[in-house]
């Protein structure tokens, strides 16, 4: 069974970092991209990073560039999003999904991890 | 970036009804316009890719149109599961940007 699987969040203060993971099951992490989706509470979805299948290529929503890095282990099949500096407006629920780019687009996603910035 | 912009942002509707949605691209994006629905404290499902393609499982209920800039989503026979959010998504390039939301109530 295809599935993604995120961890991680929790409550932080301003200032402070966290780093989530997304576990990747039911298909290998090394064949697609990878791309970190963010939801405020009560708002849109905000696409926040990509990572292309080796991770020569990266890129950055303007809101996180410089504070985030999106990484990848795949020989543990396994999804990364160190965040840093975090802010009140980072506080939202933060997707993993998976990219099939011009195939299929965003065809696979997580259920969610909840990160929390305290002001 | 492209702007996506979902038109309306809530529509009331009921059971049975036919409704449509619709998703304007800043820039042409061609066929690659995709259509997620959203259901309170879960996570956005895949509906629709290519613009008219159905994701496994999706009810045939559900249809998608257009290209460019101009796109539509159509549910035909409201069914009650289909009350939520839907949003559409450009994946032409990066950054991926999505509509502000479109939310179907009863």
């Known amino acids: 069974q295809v599935r993604l699987v995120e961890s991680g969040g929790g409550l932080v203060k301003s200032g402070g970092s966290l780093r989530l993971s997304c576990a990747v099951s039911?298909?290998?992490?090394?064949?697609?991209?990878f791309s970190w989706i963010r939801q405020a509470p009560g708002k849109g979805l905000e696409w926040v990073a990509y990572i292309s299948t080796n991770a020569a290529y990266t890129d950055y929503a303007d809101s996180v560039r410089g504070r985030y890095t999106i990484s990848r282990d795949n020989s543990k099949n396994l999804l990364y999003l160190q965040m840093n500096d975090l802010r009140a407006d980072d506080t939202a629920v933060y997707f993993c999904?998976?990219?099939?780019?011009?195939?299929?687009?965003?065809?696979?996603w997580g259920q969610g991890t909840t990160v929390t910035v305290s002001s | 970036d492209i702007h996506m912009t979902q038109s309306p942002s809530s529509l009331s509707a009921s059971v049975g009804d036919r409704v449509t949605i619709t998703c304007r691209a800043s820039q042409a994006i061609s066929v690659y316009l995709a259509w997620f629905q959203q259901r309170p404290g879960k996570a956005p499902r895949p509906l629709i890719y290519?613009?008219?393609s159905l994701h496994s499982g999706v009810p045939s209920r559900f249809s998608g149109g257009g290209s460019g800039t101009e796109f539509t989503l159509t549910i035909s026979r409201l069914q009650p599961e289909d009350f939520a959010t839907y949003y559409c998504q450009q994946y032409n390039n990066y950054p991926r940007t999505f509509g502000q939301g479109t939310r179907l109530e009863i």
């Open positions: 290519g613009a008219s």
């Open positions: 999904a998976r990219d099939r780019l011009y195939f299929a687009g965003l065809d696979v």
């Open positions: 039911g298909f290998s992490l090394i064949d697609y991209y």
